[in-house]
């Protein structure tokens, strides 16, 4: 993408903030470079105006339509126009020479003094972070500037050794002819690997560059500032190239794995004697000049994680930190090592908007989640400064990324930061925040950068050299302890008989053995002890936890009675309820009761007499018999229908003896 337009570029002065304190004391470097838009945007119409550039320092947000900032102010939550100031500002024509003369050249000076040095880009997704740091052959970014400007600086006193080797975080290493040989020829794999389509400037090496006469001119500044170093000095450049992908470390100058089926080895990150965070297993390449500069990142950017998202055909995925170590040597001793590391951060993005699933969605939850660590850290850096009464926890140890970062934020360093935005309408809301915490940072007070303390040289087994009774030109004594130390009284070298001799030990065995004693005997004190108490805080446990064992036992019990009780009474009242239905169903009044009654009188009359009459006639003609049997059994018929709606029962006829009846139902009888 061309950033190079016909516009007129943006001042390149840098004014600080006054900072109480004094000059050792000034606020972070926070500088703000915006994108221009693409074709693609300005047709979409993500172009309205909601980034204005108002001065060289300061900048104005507004708010576009459909944000949820435009929401919420509709509601009367906040404003539309949000303002930010910045160390400088850097509009979408402003050039990448000039980006780096005006933020990097004060670094370069520190870095080349020999202090430590970070900086990093930040922003949103597509934002034209990488493009920052690293920027294309036709227009090289901070990085190869940089590394130009390392170059240009050490001249022809460039040490061509490589037995001087970084070790741990501030440290240096001495190899022996066996090291040297492996490291030329996992350098010489590496180069072997790239394939030649440099530039043939670049290639070439020497004192020749492919970058702007801006960039070579800035480099013979900050030479011209130290020609004594010329003559007196030699430098060795170290550099590594890593990446924080998924929260693992992984290293970019690795050799090619044997199978892709394998899985690249993640590093691990350790802390030194003195507590500084460094990443263990770590490949640092000695590089000469440019033309190996240029085949060592891009055999680093082949191994990058990026992959191509909604926002962005070609997103990194993770965080890349490129570190270069400047050694300075004088004969065989490095007197001076300092550091400048450049982090090209992923960018922050929402899900939603960028449509990231499965892998895609976990790397974006691991790049949030380390971009929100750094602003927690950030944001307490500035909340101790501001109120000295208080010390709020740092929470450096929480991600790789702030533990690493961790010396450059507690006076061991010089940080600095370049905040990546574009103009998009689609992601203000996303820029906003980006800005937002671009403001906090702005408040971060750094103190000036010491200049490096000459690094402890260390053998080829990690251990601290001793030449001639000397540990890096000091005397031995100085890195005992004082109870290591004999006094002059004590340093008695006179010799003793041999019986003293023999006294003197005995003497002494007999003190050792008699502490050795009381040591035993303490020891088994302070065990019986522990183990008492350890005995009693179990005791105390459990009858702790038996008590709420009979506490819960009790409480159910009491909690299965209630139940219980419930439930009778629930019978109870339906057991009620059902006699009451009953009860209603067969319920006859007294009067029809009554009624009946005496309509059985008068049918057990009939009854009577018609036996009688039976009893007196002897013979009767079988017809009349039998129209009498069947009339007698219409009416019986008759009266057994209407006592059976009534809940009432008359006597049966019995089977055998049509004339006899058997008891009735309800205390009724009528004679046989």
């Avoid at 690997?193 to 013979?220: F, N, R, T």
């Avoid at 006592?643 to 139902?665: I, N």
Wanted: with cysteine; charged share 25%; net charge negative.
């Amino acid at each position: 993408m061309d950033l190079t337009i016909s516009l007129p570029p943006v001042g390149t002065s840098v004014q600080q903030p006054d900072v109480p304190g004094g000059a050792d004391q000034q606020a972070m470097g926070v500088y703000l470079r915006v994108r221009p838009f693409s074709r693609q945007e300005l047709c979409d119409d993500q172009d309205q105006d909601c980034v204005v550039i108002e001065s060289s320092q300061t900048v104005t947000l507004n708010a576009p339509r459909g944000s949820a900032t435009m929401k919420s102010s509709e509601k009367g939550v906040g404003t539309t126009a949000h303002r930010f100031s910045f160390s400088q500002i850097f509009g979408p024509e402003t050039t990448q020479a000039e980006l780096y003369e005006n933020t990097v050249q004060s670094q370069m000076s520190d870095f080349l003094d020999g202090k430590n040095v970070l900086m990093f880009s930040y922003g949103v997704t597509n934002a034209g972070k990488t493009f920052t740091i690293q920027g294309t052959p036709e227009e090289p970014g901070i990085l190869p500037r940089v590394l130009d400007a390392t170059f240009h600086h050490i001249g022809g006193d460039q040490y061509e050794g490589m037995d001087l080797k970084p070790y741990l975080r501030n440290d240096a290493q001495c190899l022996n002819p066996e090291q040297v040989k492996q490291e030329r020829s996992a350098k010489a794999a590496i180069f072997a690997s790239v394939k030649e389509h440099c530039d043939p400037v670049q290639a070439s090496g020497g004192s020749e560059s492919s970058l702007s006469q801006p960039s070579v001119s800035c480099s013979h500044t900050v030479l011209g500032s130290h020609p004594a170093e010329a003559g007196s000095s030699q430098f060795a450049l170290w550099v590594a190239f890593f990446e924080i992908y998924n929260e693992c470390v992984y290293d970019l100058l690795q050799p090619a794995l044997c199978s892709k089926f394998m899985r690249r080895p993640a590093l691990r990150v350790r802390e030194d004697s003195t507590g500084n965070a460094y990443v263990k297993g770590l490949r640092w390449v000695n590089i000469q000049n440019m033309g190996e500069a240029c085949k060592l990142l891009q055999f680093g950017n082949k191994k990058r994680s990026a992959a191509a998202t909604k926002m962005n055909q070609s997103s990194s995925r993770s965080h890349s930190i490129f570190t270069m170590k400047l050694l300075k040597i004088e004969g065989s001793a490095v007197r001076r090592m300092s550091e400048f590391s450049l982090c090209d951060l992923a960018g922050s993005e929402r899900c939603n908007k960028t449509n990231t699933i499965g892998e895609r969605l976990k790397e974006a939850g691991n790049i949030n989640n380390s971009l929100l660590i750094l602003g927690k850290c950030i944001t307490a850096l500035r909340n101790n400064q501001t109120d000295g009464t208080k010390s709020s926890y740092i929470p450096f140890r929480e991600s790789k990324l702030t533990k690493l970062f961790q010396a450059f934020f507690c006076d061991s360093g010089r940080a600095s930061m370049i905040v990546n935005i574009n103009q998009c309408a689609s992601t203000y809301d996303e820029t906003l925040h980006v800005m937002k915490f671009s403001a906090v940072a702005r408040q971060v007070i750094t103190h000036k950068p010491l200049e490096s303390l000459a690094p402890c040289l260390v053998g080829c087994d990690g251990k601290t050299l001793v030449r001639n009774g000397m540990i890096d030109n000091q005397p031995l004594d100085t890195y005992l302890l004082e109870e290591e130390l004999l006094d002059e009284d004590e340093a008695d070298f006179s010799l003793l008989p041999q019986n003293e001799l023999v006294n003197m030990l005995e003497s002494l065995r007999t003190k050792l053995l008699a502490e050795r004693r009381r040591n035993l005997e303490q020891e088994i004190e302070i065990r019986k002890e522990m183990g008492d108490a350890m005995l009693q805080q179990l005791m105390e446990s459990e009858e702790l936890r038996r008590r709420e064992v009979e506490e819960l036992k009790e409480g159910y019990q009491e909690k299965l009675e209630n139940t219980f009780e419930m439930y009778k009474e629930a019978i109870k009242a339906h057991a009620y309820q059902s006699a009451m239905n009953s009860l209603e169903d067969n319920y006859v009044h007294v009067d029809e009761f009554i009624a009946e009654q005496e309509k059985v009188e008068v049918l057990r009359h009939k009854v009577s007499e018609l036996e009688t009459s039976t009893r007196g006639v002897s013979a009767v003609p079988t017809v009349d018999r039998l129209c009498q049997t069947e009339a007698s059994q219409t009416g019986w018929n008759s009266l057994r229908g209407n006592t059976h709606r009534k809940g009432l029962s008359l006597p049966r006829r019995h089977p055998s003896h049509p004339h006899k009846f058997s008891a009735c139902r309800g205390g009724l009888s009528l004679p046989t």
